[in-house]
């Protein structure tokens, strides 16, 4: 009973290159998040998903970063041209139903630094 | 905009010696309220979901209830295997994401 799968686990990407991070949700689940942790910040919502459909992206900065989530795979987060503010802990995040009526699950996150 | 504060940040605690923490919000309408368990370099471990003032609920040494304006976590006679971050969150009826506090970082002394 696998439960929210994400990789890399750490990711080390230089100034400007591409970042692309992986979510898996649990089996049974349709909906998925993404969630920022910044350095001594808490939790932030980013992106809320389902399968081939953007519901709700108002966390997202409005430049660099995209999110998908195809029919078939993983939930991709994509950070173009990295800058060092984007070094981080991104989690995913999935539920059985919509947000708020269903509990969301994590998974343990990829560590993002920008060197 | 939705708002959550958690305190204390920090909770120092003797094996045994129970204690709450405290989740208190602002928001347009409460969905549902969540708590999380987080270690160090790992995810949130999803604990409860409350949702509606009165509700509680319990899991082994912890007890989460709901008031309107807030949330407590209360602690009983814990172990050095509670040590954690804590984690509050609120979803209002107008979305589908988590809001969440700063968190409680416990730590419980043998």
């Known amino acids: 009973n696998a439960g929210v799968m994400q990789n890399p686990r750490h990711l080390v990407r230089r100034r400007g290159q591409e970042a692309r991070l992986r979510c898996s949700p649990m089996?049974?689940?349709?909906?998925v998040y993404w969630y920022r942790q910044l350095p001594e910040e808490g939790l932030k919502f980013m992106v809320y998903?389902?399968?081939?459909?953007?519901?709700?992206e108002s966390g997202m900065p409005k430049e660099r970063f995209s999110a998908e989530f195809p029919k078939e795979g993983p939930s991709i987060l994509r950070i173009q041209q990295v800058v060092r503010g984007d070094s981080a802990a991104y989690f995913c995040?999935?539920?059985?139903?919509?947000?708020?009526?269903?509990?969301?699950?994590f998974g343990p996150g990829t560590r993002l630094t920008v060197t | 905009e939705d708002q959550v504060t958690q305190s204390p940040e920090a909770l120092r605690l003797q094996e045994g010696e129970s204690s709450s923490l405290n989740c208190s919000y602002t928001?347009?309408?409460?969905?549902?309220l969540f708590w999380y368990r987080q270690d160090p370099g790992k995810g949130p471990e999803f604990l409860f979901t409350?949702?509606?003032a009165g509700e509680e609920k319990e899991k082994e040494r912890l007890k989460a209830t709901l008031t309107k304006k807030e949330s407590f976590l209360h602690i009983t006679a814990p172990k050095p295997e509670d040590s954690a971050t804590y984690l509050c969150?609120?979803?209002?009826?107008?979305?589908?994401?988590?809001?969440f506090g700063g968190g409680t970082r416990l730590m419980v002394k043998p």
């Open positions: 995040a999935s539920s059985r139903r919509q947000g708020g009526n269903s509990e969301q699950y």
């Open positions: 089996k049974g689940h349709s909906h």
């Open positions: 998903l389902q399968k081939e459909n953007i519901i709700d």
């Open positions: 928001v347009s309408g409460l969905r549902g």
């Open positions: 409350l949702y509606s």
């Open positions: 969150a609120v979803v209002d009826n107008a979305g589908n994401m988590l809001t």
